[in-house]
T-cell receptor
Framework: AAGVIQSPRHLIKEKRETATLKCYPI?????VYWYQQGPGQDPQFLIS???????DKGSIPDRFSAQQFSDYHSELNMSSLELGDSALYFC?????????FGPGTRLTVT | KQEVTQIPAALSVPEGENLVLNCSFT??????LQWFRQDPGKGLTSLLL?????REQTSGRLNASLDKSSGRSTLYIAASQPGDSATYLC??????????FGKGTHLIIQP
């Protein structure tokens, strides 16, 4: 069965640089969620989109923005990167209730 | 603000034992609860989803129960195997979209 695809899987950036993470949901899933998991931490909800509109907002920094496109894929844009942004970023998708997670993008900020 | 607590934080048992992982949440107004498995440095695999109106769900050797009024859920793993070794995360969904996670139970099954 098709799963959530995230790219890139690994990303290394320097402080103050910009990063873009991509998420391709499971076919026919209309909702996308973004989560951040710091080292040794539980995942924290950042933002979600339903039918290409922002649906809910969690603890997403103002330096981050995201959108969902007409083909339902989503991108998380991160600017002015800080060392503390180093984390595993997950995208999840759903059609109704259950959220299915992708493998994550590991971002390292040096 | 919803808070999710998982007990124990870590558990090590011999292969073949039945075990119970506990999850509690402070706000009983939830939409559903999901149990996930996470291997080190990997993604989250959804194990079971329980809707707020349900009492339990079963999948193979796994059984999850939900007592919404008391803010508790348990994940029962029967006949544990070394391949079950992982971190198990409990997450609840309230009125908003995002899941609120517990810090997980790190499970080791000794061969």
């Amino acid at each position: 069965a098709a799963g959530v695809i995230q790219s890139p899987r690994h990303l290394i950036k320097e402080k103050r640089e910009t990063a873009t993470l991509k998420c391709y949901p499971i076919p026919r899933h209309d909702t996308v969620y973004w989560y951040q998991q710091g080292p040794g931490q539980d995942p924290q909800f950042l933002i979600s989109f339903y039918e290409k509109m922002q649906s809910d907002k969690g603890s997403i920094p103002d330096r981050f923005s995201a959108q969902q496109f007409s083909d339902y894929h989503s991108e998380l844009n991160m600017s002015s990167l800080e060392l503390g942004d180093s984390a595993l970023y997950f995208c999840a998708s759903s059609h109704s209730r259950e959220q299915y997670f992708g493998p994550g993008t590991r971002l390292t900020v040096t | 603000k919803q808070e999710v607590t998982q007990i124990p934080a870590a558990l090590s048992v011999p292969e073949g034992e039945n075990l119970v992982l506990n999850c509690s949440f402070t706000d009983s107004a939830i939409y559903n609860l999901q149990w996930f498995r996470q291997d080190p440095g990997k993604g989250l695999t959804s194990l079971l989803l329980i809707q707020s109106s349900q009492r339990e769900q079963t999948s193979g050797r796994l059984n999850a129960s939900l007592d919404k009024s008391s803010g508790r859920s348990t994940l029962y793993i029967a006949a544990s195997q070394p391949g079950d070794s992982a971190t198990y995360l409990c997450a609840v969904r309230g009125g908003a979209d995002g899941l609120t996670f517990g810090k997980g139970t790190h499970l080791i099954i000794q061969p």
